[in-house]
């Protein structure tokens, strides 16, 4: 069949697109939540990752700055050409697509939004570098933003909190804000948040390795659900680890739960189960026998540990491929279903034979701690990364960061629902400024 295409206007440059497409009739078609936030990296195109060619000074962006984009919820995905979208606004905040998914966090309340800049932006006119790695500026940066009314949200504080950051995460009572650096005896750096939002003093810098342990990298930092342990990676060791955080009045320590735990190959990103039973490992295959370390791996595995919180006797207890590079990963609020972000070779620079001009997600399935693959799913679009399920567990949201089409260079959020073990499209797509590359929702 023929798909019409609408565009709602949501503000100046978010709108909702509709196809059309036939939609699952087993489950609801609303995108439930309380807010869906969107990150927005709009002056460097996926493909400087490897040729150094940015978006300077707003060219091909529209002038737009990097953005936070702010949705309440919920959203009806098989809506009528005569619905009202739903309120929504944004602001302009630094941050950066160099690094994981996982450059945004929200606090539970849905007050407060917490963004990091990984890198800093190019001086004036500069257009090209050689490697944006190691020639953007390296001072990692946290902003807070006020989100009560998506309308008009705000920056309400910028805090400088390390160098060579990757990823943060908020604990779950929001007191406690964690980053992860590369920064040598300083891995793992803690800040306290006060009630009104704002970051407060840091209360712990400490290595992510053991005494006398060089660390090359460290993982993406999470909480867990209890607020009790902190886990991440150390990639280029296949290794995960967990910490106990140990808070005596106002100081926090950190002490070891358990040995590290031997996953598959470079494992950079990681969640907890909602339960906080396992850890899902995202194991990239990523490394110095691999051309360009990350440009051209193998397909990637996910890794199901179990979570021990009693002994710290962690166990792998199941193992599933993927596409190639699953960067971003979400699961299900019951902890069953898990979708990832894969970016495949869609970010490589026209010119470049390896160039794949589709991205992907793969549907797993967690089962008693086995892992089987269900789906793979084709994306039609560039560097496909942030993702997250809505509260019901029955529909996915996943950012596109660019398309292949010339004519459609923009920033996009695509929806599906999952039905019948089976993701399917649906007829509803958020535009959003270029370069989207985190999704966060508040429940």
């Known amino acids: 069949m023929k798909s019409g295409i609408i565009a709602l206007s949501l503000t100046s440059a978010v709108a909702i697109a509709a196809s059309f497409l036939p939609q699952p009739e087993s489950v609801s078609n609303t995108f439930q939540g309380g807010k869906l936030l969107i990150l927005s990296d709009t002056d460097m195109p996926a493909s400087a990752f490897l040729d150094g060619k940015l978006r300077a000074g707003g060219r091909d962006t529209g002038g737009k700055p990097d953005t936070l984009t702010a949705l309440d919820l919920p959203l009806q995905l098989g809506a009528p050409r005569d619905l009202a979208p739903p ?43 050689k490697n944006v790695f190691t020639d953007l500026p390296r001072a990692a940066v946290v902003s807070v933003v006020d989100i009560t009314d998506v309308r008009a949200p705000k920056v309400i504080q910028t805090v400088q909190v390390g160098q060579v950051a990757h990823t943060l995460s908020l604990s779950p009572d929001g007191s406690l804000l964690a980053v992860n650096t590369d920064e040598p005896g300083r891995n793992i750096l803690i800040r306290e948040v006060g009630p009104d939002g704002r970051i407060g003093t840091e209360v712990l810098a400490a290595s992510a390795g053991e005494p006398g342990e060089a660390v090359r990298r460290v993982g993406r930092i999470e ?12 990639p280029f060791k296949d290794e995960i680890r967990f910490h106990e955080v140990v808070r005596t009045g106002g100081a926090v320590t950190l002490r070891p739960w358990g040995a590290p735990v031997k996953v598959g190959k470079f494992p950079d990103e990681g969640i907890f189960t909602p339960d906080g039973g396992y850890y899902l490992s995202t ?37 599933a491929p993927t596409d190639v590079s699953p960067e971003g990963i979400a699961v299900s609020p019951n902890g069953r279903y898990i979708v990832t972000g894969n970016l495949t070779h869609s970010w490589l620079p026209w010119n470049d034979k390896r160039l794949s001009k589709e991205g992907s997600m793969n549907l797993l399935e967690l089962d008693k701690g086995s892992l089987k693959t269900l789906q793979r799913i084709p994306l039609n679009g560039v560097l496909p990364e942030g993702v997250t399920f809505d509260a019901s567990g029955n529909h996915v949201a996943i950012t596109v960061f660019d398309r292949f089409d010339p004519r459609q260079r923009r920033g996009a959020v695509e929806f599906f629902t999952l039905s019948q073990k089976r993701l399917e499209r649906t007829n509803i797509e958020l535009a959003v400024p270029p370069g989207p590359h985190s999704v966060w929702l508040v429940p």
């Open 87 to 129: 309120p929504s606004g944004e602001v302009a905040v630094e941050n950066s697509v160099i690094g994981p998914p996982y450059g945004m966090v929200a606090s539970k309340d849905g007050r407060f939004a917490y963004v990091l800049r990984t890198r800093g932006g190019p001086p004036p006119g500069v257009t090209e570098v």
């Open 283 to 319: 194991d990239l295959q990523w490394g110095d026998d691999v051309p360009g370390l990350f440009v051209d791996p193998p397909p990637g595995t996910i890794t199901a540990v179990r979570f021990d919180s009693e002994k710290g006797k962690h166990k792998v207890t199941g193992r």
């Open 223 to 234: 909480w867990h659900p209890s607020g009790r342990f902190l886990a991440h990676g150390i």
